[in-house]
């Protein structure tokens, strides 16, 4: 019959314990930088990004958002997103949307205005999706947008001389 050396056993779940702690340390620090990378891309993205939370305040805001409605990050997080930044006779329809993301539906190509700080309006394309947890529960939406502000300008003033030469 063999004895089991105590110490040896100890040592051993020890180095176990050791290798255990420092897997777990390195898979952390792993996900630190990939959530930094995320970040860094999000932020210099050339493309409107924008979330919220399961209460429709702003929690994500990248530049480009910044630089197209002329409001910072530091202004717009934790405002209610569809009160404070959409056009009025978009917000039901925005609300309807953001309700469904909230759900699991997302949607993509979806049009709408946002009022800038200085009381313009910018046309957005934008595609809302459900942002999830690691635990797969919802917990906001994010959309990801395209500014066809020009064009929508240039579609409707092209419209509008078609209606005059009518």
């Known amino acids: 019959m063999k004895r089991s050396n105590s110490n040896g056993d100890r040592s051993d779940e020890k180095q176990k314990q050791t290798k255990a702690e420092r897997i777990d340390e390195i898979l952390q620090l792993s996900q630190v930088n ?30 480009k958002t910044a630089e197209i409605t002329g409001y910072t990050r ?63 529960h919802i917990v906001g939406v994010v959309g990801v947008a395209q500014d066809v502000t020009e064009s929508t300008k240039h579609d409707r003033a092209v419209a509008s001389a078609a209606r005059e030469l009518r």
């Open 74 to 136: 530091e202004e717009a997080f934790d405002k209610p997103l569809v009160q404070t930044f959409i056009a009025p006779r978009f917000r039901e329809s925005v609300q309807d949307v953001l309700e469904k993301a909230l759900k699991g539906i997302e949607t993509a190509n979806y049009e709408l205005e946002f009022d800038t700080k200085t009381n313009e309006t910018r046309f957005l394309l934008v595609n809302a999706s459900t942002r999830r947890d690691i635990d797969n």
């Open 34 to 63: 990939m959530a930094h990378e995320l970040r860094k891309l999000v932020d210099s993205a050339n493309a409107p990004i924008f979330g919220i939370d399961t209460f429709g305040r702003v929690n994500e805001w990248n530049f």
